[in-house]
């Protein structure tokens, strides 16, 4: 499964982007698919998931109430909804798929098999 992540961008501190995440050759239903974060000199953070089979929306502390996951009707394209951005939120954005992960391993990087190229997303205060 190759993925292809894009919608990022510079933008202003408390403005909105909303980042997709498709599959180039194959379905995206029946994958769960999280979106991970890498901000200059740190490492690689979980920021949101989205079970496929529960439907569960899983969050990172920080963004819940800001950012929203989701997936269009047949769950070919993931989205990540980023409103009230903050500075702090700049990173390269990478979405990732894996199937059937317990959600004790919805947070680990390891558990996903493939990964998108990642999009930069810039706020500038």
């Known amino acids: 499964v190759q993925l292809q992540a894009s919608g990022g961008g510079l933008v202003q501190a408390g403005t909105s982007l909303r980042l997709s995440c498709a599959a180039s050759?194959?379905?995206?239903?029946?994958?769960?698919l999280a979106w991970f974060r890498q901000a200059p000199g740190k490492e690689r953070e979980f920021v949101a998931a989205?079970?496929?089979?529960?439907?569960?929306?899983i969050y990172t502390d920080s963004v819940k109430g800001r950012f929203t996951i989701s997936r269009d009707n047949a769950g070919n394209t993931r989205y990540l909804q980023m409103n009230s951005l903050k500075p702090e939120d700049t990173a390269i954005y990478y979405c990732?798929?894996?199937?059937?992960?317990?959600?004790?391993?919805?947070?680990?990087?390891?558990?996903?098999?493939?990964w998108g190229q990642g999009t930069q997303v810039t706020v500038s205060s």
């Open positions: 990732a798929a894996a199937r059937g992960l317990i959600l004790s391993s919805i947070r680990d990087a390891q558990q996903y098999h493939y």
């Open positions: 050759g194959r379905s995206l239903s029946s994958y769960d």
């Open positions: 989205d079970r496929w089979a529960s439907r569960t929306k």
